[in-house]
């Protein structure tokens, strides 16, 4: 058997022992692990300078950057692990109450999904916060990270096995392959019966892949090319506000906005005010500007780098806007319903009737009127936490938090009826 | 373009228009189609003679008797149709509202899932029923059945697009291709962005090969070994109707019971009880008798064929029942971690603390205290109907009714909220 596989029988075992763990111990081991995480932070830093030396040909600054820890980062993740021990229980909820004609009582309550399977890149912060939502929602974890992190993630996994030991429970509840190969990652996307749940959280290289390939149930994640559609009535300081927060304040990231469509009587107006805004003005004020690619019709209005067609299917992720005018908010509509990934999507507006279009037009996971694509994430939608952002729409959609790694069992009482 | 990619083309734009149709035009579409179903019987009748008279040479009696309309039937069928009409409108849900402080109003409503596509065996009432829960939750269906009643079942469903229009709805709501090669399964299961999610329904034959194929979100349905595990304590006239009620009401179908545990220091009273109900009485009574595959130690206490391993891992969907003696209700839980698909388990007993045990430590779709596996049914859960059965823990567990075929969107109202 695999090394993979045989991780895989333990921690299913583990998982149905793990599944009845009261909220307390299960917070318990929480607090534990931030404690051991802050102790022993000298050894993961030694085990994250290996990564960096290591991995310092291989991958550029940015990416050295998300896998760089420091003691304070370290004490971020520690405060994060016990940020979620302070969320309430998941798993403390009896759904629904069914009561039959028959007598029968039905109870729906929420209980783990079991085996949650995380692929991601190399990034060790996701290694001990992808860990403490799991534990906390009484899930058994496989982590199976990039490889540039691996001897980093090793300690953390290493150190929080020994922490779940001392108070009582089974180290198996969190486990990493030794394997960062192609390989590894295949055998958790085909392990049917001993997976419950793959989540893949990265690139969009990574969630095709996982889509494409997995056998076991997976939850599709992230990809998101976000649209801002301004109306013909909207105010215009709000537009360029929300235009330039949902673009510029973290573009690399999957709720910015990477299009924007503007109603064409409005558009002599908003575009070189937003060129002004975007471009100019944080020119002036030493801040990265945003290269516009317009669509012919905006050509005339204002200057910029004409789009190509793939302009409006690509996710930047950097300061990148594509810009078009659209006739009507039902054109929008129609866009977003062609290019968009589901993500989130939003409209600004003054006209309550434009609005109700656009809201009931655009069928993605957030649908905004008046406000930042940027807000959607677990913790700003008021989760607390966040394992990933759903662009499905099976099981979970947007931002999933710990009642989306939750789910149910019909217990049925009875006294001795039959159908 | 293949026909079934332009099907799937021409689905997912009528998707969304579809999804926001009311409740009031849904119905009125359902009743529509339950008229033209019953004034065009005699039409669908024709059809059905010569899927049956093709098929006879290729089936057996029982999938003919499947296979076969009558005129009651197809009363059934539209009598099905107007119920699902009745029942309560799954997508009238306000699922949450969640105000933030920063002003920020979101909320989780109940959306379609948008094209859903179903692959399942030669059954006509399929057809049927499967489009009229669909069009109830405003989805639309790809409907892929079994090519023995690809006449029936493509009468049906032009019935129902001619139906459609009448109510001035798109024909492209309901769709079957005219391929019922694998291909065509195929393609569906592939259609990455195209199917919202697939459900198979059907023999562990379909629903392994589209688990195994699926690249679309597929959601695993139907096979069921059921266990009955008849705890020490147990009443035994009620182990005993319960057993037989599970195990013989009606074989063939998925929550009937394959296995049953005994406790053994109640196995001496109660295995020969047991072997008098299913076998003696049973064949005094002209019922067909029940084949007991006994473990060792029952084999001990009373006559019956000596159980193989495979035997306690396989759905018989027959007149065969696997016996086993355990030495405690721990032990039980562990056989079926081990040997159950996770659908209907249940215990038999008179003791609190092992029903909670066992209510504890099994977790299947739905776990019984003292009734009968057979009631894992969307009718008998009280959803009023069914799409299928999850044995899968995620989107849905158990029988899936109206609202497992929905999903939520967030919206978001914001009066110029930036992060």
Not at 22 to 39: C, M, Q, V
Request: charged share 25%; hydrophobic share 40%.
């Amino acid at each position: 058997m695999s090394e993979v596989r045989e991780m895989l029988v333990a921690a299913k075992t583990a998982a149905r022992k793990f599944m009845n763990t009261s909220g307390e111990k299960r917070n318990e081991a929480l607090f534990a692990i931030a404690e051991a995480l802050e102790d022993q932070a000298e050894a993961i830093l030694a085990a994250n300078d290996l990564d960096i030396e290591a991995a310092k040909e291989k991958i550029g600054e940015v990416m050295i950057d998300r896998l760089r820890l420091t003691k304070e980062r370290i004490a971020g993740i520690a405060k994060g692990v016990r940020e979620v021990a302070a969320l309430p229980d998941p798993l403390a909820r009896n759904l629904q109450t069914i009561v039959r004609p028959n007598g029968l009582k039905i109870e729906k309550i929420a209980v783990p999904l079991g085996v949650v399977a995380i692929i991601y890149e190399s990034r060790p912060n996701v290694t001990a916060d992808a860990a403490a939502l799991c534990i906390k929602s009484g899930n058994v974890c496989v982590l199976r990270g990039g490889s540039n992190a691996y001897r980093t993630s090793a300690k953390i996994v290493g150190i929080m096995k020994v922490a779940l030991v001392k108070v009582g429970l089974d180290e198996n509840l969190v486990n990493m392959p030794t394997d960062t190969s192609r390989q590894s990652a295949t055998e958790l996307m085909t392990a049917v019966g001993l997976v419950d749940v793959l989540i893949p959280r990265g690139g969009a290289g990574l969630i095709r892949s996982c889509v494409e390939n997995a056998k076991v149930p997976c939850i599709e994640t992230g990809t998101g090319i976000c649209h801002l559609y301004i109306d013909e009535s909207a105010e215009l300081d709000t537009a360029l506000n929300l235009v330039e927060n949902a673009k510029t304040s973290r573009p690399s990231v999957c709720n910015a906005e990477e299009v924007c469509l503007v109603h064409r009587s409005i558009a002599n107006a908003y575009l070189p005010a937003l060129k002004a805004r975007l471009v100019e003005n944080r020119i002036a004020d030493g801040k990265p500007p945003v290269e516009l690619r317009l669509c012919e019709r905006a050509q005339k209005i204002v200057d910029g780098v004409a789009a190509t067609e793939t302009d409006f299917d690509t996710e930047f992720l950097d300061y990148i806007l594509a810009v078009k005018i659209v006739d009507s908010v039902q054109e929008a509509i129609e866009h977003i319903a062609a290019h968009s990934t589901g993500h989130s999507d939003g409209i600004v507006t003054r006209s309550e009737e434009n609005a109700r279009a656009f809201v009931a037009g655009v069928d993605s996971a957030a649908v905004y009127v008046n406000a930042s694509t940027r807000f959607t994430d677990g913790g700003e939608f008021g989760k607390g936490c966040e394992i990933g952002i759903s662009t499905q729409k099976m099981h979970a959609r947007g931002p999933m938090g710990l009642e989306e790694l939750t789910t149910y069992k019909y217990v049925v009482y009875g006294d001795g009826q039959i159908r």
